[in-house]
């Protein structure tokens, strides 16, 4: 058998076949790639000058993302990461970090130093449970630098820092370079999630941190300016724009504990200015622990119809505009806020302080000698010494750090120099601060602000008020909404009245058994604030000056008030008719006792006489509200009893 024989199935091919295989398979491939191609290329566009930009930034800068690290001092629980990615064709560039726990790492500054002192019962308050209800902050910037909005590791690095200052804990991040322009990034913390999205075309970038727990974020307003607020055209260019809201989150049961909280109040910081998101102007101006327990608050804000951000910002250059040369007349509203509720409006300011202090002032026929509790951020203060008849005012348990507090940020209401005085009310040379008064000082005048005085309103309180005060010394009670006195009284008719008309009432009675012989209520409703003030004035002699015309009243402001140092009154809102419309109109007059058939009790004295206005219609009517029943001291508790059909009301 032949070789051949023994390998039937063994085929040999020359070399030339074998190139001319590869030669067409070749061409073939060639040929179906390029018909394939020309018909899917419209549908599968190549990356553009700019995205190929974008993909060649990402690869340079990847490694240089900042990386979120523990803060020294703060522990972090474990915790578990879960992703899942989704088609990310679109996005320009992908980055993502994770914290690293370095325990060698030092404390960021400014405002994380506080972790470094710590005490083992402080550190169990840091890490407090956290409830389902927290604070949201809203931000919106205008005019930034376009190539900041569009650096993911520019705005990643300010993202971590404005957590590390805050006091936060960053847990991870994760960002998206956007086509053909922005940045979106999202941070998880252990506290909530921080997030922001960027327009660099439009200069625009849109930022939220929602946090749990009671750690306020208002310090992280101005980290945000600083960090994220850069101009676009430089330093000297126009400014950014700003909008910001600052929310409370969660449910009423659980909202009671987050700071600057005063729930259902018309005044709660987070209801205005914090929580409205459109306002013009909307600046925090500053913020303080004024005493332990005691937190301060300025804004500025600017809102339409009669404001203009416009107007504010020409005022303060110097183009010889109308802006310009009454910048006095286009400032922004100052608000401040005492614990988180609004107690004062440089809108209002004026009719707020007059309306306190110079009804009682003008009722005093001479006063010398005046007393202040609560001297506050120095309104009362200021008005009482315009009147040229005060030889001395002792303020009563000032809070050294609201005064403070008040010189720095709250001149408005205690500068005196537009009426030829001390620069600043707290510095004339009348004014002393004492920790307390006693009976030695016959004063003729008592001014108590219920609302920042630190006085325990107190029977005790009452006493001494009335021992320290002349026979017709008067006292003024700006009665607070959040401090009324609270001395209980039952009706004995079974009546209930709501609890602001019954403390009132309750109020007054108390100021009468301590000799006070007759009291007047009356309110200002334009004071700068969503809620009317009340005062009640008590008088422990006649109160016969309350009641005079407004020609008189004209005359005595005219004379005992200092003028400015231009020659103008000293006055802008309070003036005789002003002090008419107080003590004229029942709607605001005051407590009055009434019977059923409608005739008041007055006090005389020491005594309280029940006078009939009309004839009585019968025996019972006459026993109760006819003739002249004298109840000692004018106390109004004992005469309810004495006559169950007696009725007290506010007539407000």
Not at 117 to 138: F, I, M, R, S
Not at 230 to 242: F, K, L, V
């Amino acid at each position: 058998m032949t070789a051949d024989q023994a390998q039937p199935y063994k085929a040999t091919l020359s070399a030339r076949f074998v190139v001319s295989s590869v030669i067409a398979c070749s061409a073939l491939a060639f040929g179906m790639g390029r018909v394939a191609r020309a018909h899917l290329d419209p549908l599968i566009p190549l990356p553009s000058h700019h995205e190929q930009q974008q993909q060649a930034k990402v690869r340079n800068s990847q490694s240089e993302m900042p990386t979120p690290m523990a803060v020294a001092g703060k522990e972090v629980p474990e915790t578990i990461y879960t992703s899942k990615n989704f088609d990310t064709r679109k996005s320009a560039t992908i980055s993502s970090q994770w914290l690293q726990k370095d325990r060698s790492s030092s404390i960021p500054e400014p405002l994380n130093d506080r972790l470094a002192n710590l005490n083992d019962t402080q550190k169990e308050q840091e890490y407090e449970e956290h409830l389902p209800a927290g604070q949201h902050l809203l931000v919106d910037i205008d005019n930034i630098e376009a190539d900041f909005l569009d650096s993911e590791e520019r705005l990643a690095t300010a993202m971590v820092d404005l957590v590390n200052d805050s006091g936060l804990t960053l847990l991870s991040y994760h960002c998206h370079g956007l086509a053909p322009a922005g940045v979106s990034c999202a941070g998880v913390l252990l506290e909530s999630h921080v997030s922001f999205h960027t327009w660099p075309a439009e200069g625009v970038i849109t930022l939220d941190l929602f946090t749990c727990g009671s750690t306020s974020l208002l310090n992280s307003m101005k980290l945000i300016e600083d960090m994220f607020a850069i101009p676009r055209n430089g330093p000297d260019g126009e400014q950014p724009t700003i909008l910001w809201a600052y929310k409370r989150r969660g449910f009423k049961d659980q909202i009671s504990d987050l700071p600057h909280n005063q729930p259902g109040s018309p005044r709660d910081t987070f209801a205005y200015p914090l929580g409205i998101h459109g306002l013009d102007f909307k600046k925090d101006i500053a913020s303080a622990e004024i005493a332990p327990g005691k937190n301060g608050h300025v804004y500025d804000l600017i809102q339409g119809p009669h404001q203009s951000t416009a107007s504010y910002f020409k005022s303060l250059s110097k183009d010889g505009s109308y802006e310009a040369q009454f910048p006095e007349l286009f400032r922004p509203n100052r608000l401040f806020y005492y614990n988180g509720v609004l107690k004062a409006s440089r809108l209002g300011e004026a009719a707020a302080f007059e309306s306190f202090v110079h009804p009682a002032m003008i009722a005093h026929s001479n006063p010398k000698r005046v007393v202040i509790f609560g001297a506050g951020i120095g309104g009362a203060l200021r008005e009482v010494l315009k009147h040229t008849t005060v030889e001395q005012v002792v303020i009563v348990g000032a809070d050294p750090g609201l005064v403070a507090f008040a010189r720095e940020h709250l001149q408005d209401w205690n500068d005196c120099s537009n009426i030829g005085r001390a620069k600043n009310c707290f510095d004339d040379t009348r004014v002393r601060l004492v920790d307390s008064v006693d009976a030695a000082h016959d004063f003729d005048v008592a001014v108590v602000d219920l609302e920042f005085t630190s006085e325990n309103m107190d029977h005790q309180f009452f006493e001494g008020l009335t021992n320290s005060l002349a026979e017709d010394g008067v006292t003024v009670f700006h009665m607070s909404e959040e401090r009324p006195a609270d001395i209980p009284m039952i009706l004995p008719n079974g009546s209930r009245h709501t609890e602001r008309h019954m403390k009132r009432s309750d109020f007054v009675a108390e100021l009468a058994s301590v000799g006070f012989v007759e009291t007047r209520e009356y309110r200002e409703k334009q004071v700068g604030i969503l809620e009317p003030r009340s005062y009640v004035v008590a008088f422990m002699g006649s109160a016969a000056n309350w009641g005079r015309n407004e020609a008189q009243i004209s005359v005595e402001i005219l004379q005992r008030t200092s003028a400015t140092t231009t020659g103008a009154s000293s006055l802008n809102f309070f003036d005789g008719a002003k002090m008419v419309s107080y003590s004229m109109s029942l709607g605001q007059q005051g407590l009055r006792t009434r019977c059923t058939s409608s005739t008041p009790l007055v006090c005389t004295g020491n005594t309280a006489v029940y006078q009939s206005q009309h004839q009585p219609n019968n025996t019972d009517e006459k026993s109760q509200c006819g003739g002249s029943t004298e109840v000692p001291a004018c106390n109004f508790s004992a005469f309810l009893q004495t006559y169950p059909g007696v009725y007290t009301r506010m007539l407000s």
